[in-house]
């Protein structure tokens, strides 16, 4: 990526940046909850298509590191678009599918989609968004795949009342071809274009940088399992309590209102007095509620519960893409950046199984959060030890 780029301000990343990420989060969030029905329509056991299910995140791991030199050849512009092109071709390739094993190819090419687009993104973020505001736009964009978390199963919900489960892949098919063409419409992101800069390989950056992988990294991939083992949790001591689906339902979108409308106070916290000002707290706050989740014995426990899980997650809205974009190197971002979204996107992928055995285990659910709020303590350490201080004063 050239060093003679301009620099850009948040209004102009509302549409190359800001929209094209919000169709592509809805597309995906209304995607992933439809394959195990699908997959079982194929044919396969419920077993089976929970493991097809996490074929998207399986792409996205095997992708992280290759997508560095997608990025680097073709530009982040053209990496989004093309992205975004070969996500609607995989939607396409499952929905026409007549087995099993085609539906879990046309999956798999979303997930590989899906880390070039967010690492396209990210890369051209931590280019050009000057640094005393970058936590405010990655805070926006951490606010986009929350709105995307959100109105794509409600939208998948519409679709499929109207015209059954499988429609709703062509609901997400078109809402990649829409951030697609929202891109190419946009003329702000014209000048991230291939990169110029050689470097010895992206192994080879990533063992150069390797400190800031094994401490940072580390404790950015602990708060992406806290709040992954969050979403699936909840459910399941909401389960264990005997809630009723809908109440349960109400409580976790109203926690999840909570948790969106904190997402531009993250950046400016994080812009005004740091970055560890919404890590630690974040992680802190997820680790005490996990170790907590025992106390929460009716209803408006858990209501509680889900609200003091969804603060302390919002408080850090962001902040994972805001430390690395930090720490990527200027010379290599693109494939630092990848291997750190390797990192996390695998800590992300290994937190549902881990949780299920830790309450296979134990018996217990509580006992299994508790297990990785103990861990979310330690990332907290991490975060408080090692995070950069060098984060400029936001002006007024």
């Not at 109440?247 to 812009?271: E, H, K, N, V």
């Amino acid at each position: 990526m050239s060093s003679e780029r301009r620099q850009v301000r948040l209004g102009s990343l509302v549409i190359p940046v800001f929209i094209p990420s919000a169709l592509f989060s809805t597309g995906e969030y209304a995607l992933v909850p439809m394959i195990p029905a699908s997959a079982e329509r194929l044919g396969a056991s419920l077993p089976l298509a929970g493991i097809i299910a996490g074929f998207v995140m399986l792409g996205t791991v095997l992708a992280d590191i290759p997508a560095a030199k997608v990025v680097s050849k073709f530009g982040e512009r053209n990496s989004m678009l093309y992205s975004a092109l070969a996500a609607a071709l995989g939607l396409v390739i499952a929905v026409q599918s007549q087995s099993i094993w085609v539906l879990a190819i046309g999956v798999l090419v979303v997930g590989f989609a899906a880390a070039v687009f967010a690492l396209a993104r990210h890369t051209y973020m931590a280019e050009n968004v000057p640094l005393e505001m970058r936590a405010r736009a990655l805070s926006v964009l951490g606010g986009m795949f929350r709105l995307g978390s959100f109105a794509g199963p409600m939208l998948a919900a519409g679709v499929i009342s109207l015209f059954g489960v499988q429609a709703v892949f062509w609901l997400s098919a078109a809402a990649m071809l829409l951030a697609m063409a929202v891109l190419v419409a946009s003329r702000e992101l014209e000048g991230a274009e291939a990169s110029a800069i050689e470097n010895s390989g992206t192994f080879a950056i990533l063992w150069r940088e390797r400190k800031k992988l094994l401490t940072v990294g580390l404790g950015s991939s602990i708060l992406g399992m806290l709040r992954t083992t969050r979403i699936v949790g909840l459910p399941l001591w909401a389960l264990s309590l005997k809630l009723p689906a809908e109440q349960t339902a109400l409580y976790i979108g109203i926690a999840a209102a909570l948790d969106f409308a904190l997402f531009y106070t993250s950046g400016q916290i994080m812009d005004r007095f740091g970055r560890v000002w919404a890590a630690v707290p974040t992680l802190i706050g997820l680790g005490i509620t996990h170790m907590t989740v025992g106390l929460a014995q009716d209803s408006t426990g858990f209501l509680l519960l889900a609200l003091a899980m969804a603060l302390a997650n919002g408080l850090g809205s962001g902040v994972i893409l805001v430390l690395g974009a930090d720490l990527a190197p200027q010379d290599a971002r693109s494939e630092f950046l990848g291997g750190y979204r390797v990192l996390v996107d695998g800590a992300v992928a290994a937190s549902s199984p881990l949780l299920s055995w830790l309450t296979l285990l134990s018996g217990s659910v509580a006992v299994g959060m508790g297990a990785f709020g103990f861990l979310g303590l330690f990332g907290a350490w991490l975060m408080l030890r090692f995070i950069p201080r060098y984060a400029p004063v936001a002006p007024n």
